[in-house]
């Protein structure tokens, strides 16, 4: 029997003003696959970009279309050969078609981990995208124990996961950010720097022996500070600055590289044992998914925006 659930759509590229929350068919499982009541679904800048038309010749758009990748939830319908998981279940994961932010999501079984029980649905909800770019950008860069990253957009949904990550590597962390959200990157270990254009002399004064290793999650020049650092390409990863990869061996690594069920897990496991704190700014509902975007698109909120179906 196909389901009905409100989820939203768009018609055309364009401004948060495109968003509608629709009442749309929602069929069953099929084999391999598992239906998920969604709980919380994370909102990420890059979907904004989506539905603006910016990666159009990446990921080009067909009408109406869905948008969001994370999510949390309760399992509400199994397909078949869709492994152990049962009714009720309490998940977290993906979906790669643009689908989250709506009731209900049907996944692939596999995009699907067990939610512990000490991580709320939001911060379950906020996981995959800002933590596997987190994941990926880390592992590019490769931080070692006393080395000194630098990491813009610190206090962010990608940046926060990113700089707590290299001081779990064992690295000194610097982190870049609004001078707001400089108590609360201190709480988590990482050394601010607030934005502005003596930028380079703060961090060199903070650092004087020199930055090991750079994640840019803000875009804006970072990867151009970092060549002025004296910092080696490859020891650069930028997940905004789509073209300085590859120049001087300029990395970027980001979800793509890091996305499985096996990163979701280690995440979440992190958060439930209280070695990884994922932020959340704001909750909203479904029908203010415009308002949610808006707040986004601002990109100076600390953690995550989080829709709540």
Do not use: C
Not at 65 to 71: A, R, V
Not at 167 to 193: D, F, K, Q, T, Y
Not at 261 to 270: P, Q, R
């Amino acid at each position: 029997m196909t389901d009905t659930a409100r989820a939203v759509r768009f018609d055309a590229y364009g401004d948060v003003d495109v968003l509608e929350v629709r009442e749309v068919e929602v069929p069953p499982p099929s084999r391999g696959e598992v239906q998920v009541r969604v709980r919380a679904a994370g909102i990420n800048p890059g979907e904004s970009i989506i539905r603006s038309g910016g990666y159009h010749s990446r990921l080009p758009g067909t009408f109406p279309s869905g948008e969001g990748s994370d999510l949390a939830g309760v399992v509400s319908a199994v397909g078949e050969d869709a492994g152990d998981w049962r009714v009720g279940d309490e998940v977290l994961g993906w979906t790669d078609r643009r689908g989250s932010h709506a009731e209900l999501v049907t996944v692939p079984a596999d995009h699907l981990v067990r939610k512990p029980a000490a991580v709320p649905f939001e911060v379950a909800g906020a996981l995959y995208v800002a933590g596997a770019a987190a994941v990926g950008a880390v592992r590019a860069v490769d931080p070692q124990p006393g080395e000194t990253v630098l990491v813009s957009g610190a206090a962010g949904g990608v940046g926060s996961i990113a700089a707590q990550l290299a001081r779990r590597a064992g690295a000194r962390v610097i982190g870049v950010a609004s001078a707001p959200n400089h108590a609360w990157l201190r709480g988590l270990g990482i050394e601010p720097v607030a934005y502005g254009d003596d930028l380079r002399d703060a961090i060199e004064r903070l650092a004087p022996d020199g930055v090991d290793a750079v994640v840019d999650a803000f875009g804006g020049g970072y990867v151009a500070l970092a060549r002025e650092l004296g910092v080696p390409g490859p020891r650069i990863d930028t997940l905004i600055d789509f073209a300085e990869v590859g120049v001087g061996g300029v990395q970027g690594e980001g979800a793509g590289s890091a996305s499985s069920a096996e990163t979701v897990a280690f995440l979440a496991d992190l958060v439930a044992r209280g070695e990884l704190r994922v932020e959340i700014a704001a909750t909203y509902p479904l029908e203010q998914v415009r308002e949610a975007f808006t707040r986004v698109e601002r990109r100076h909120t600390r953690g995550k925006i989080v829709l709540v179906p």
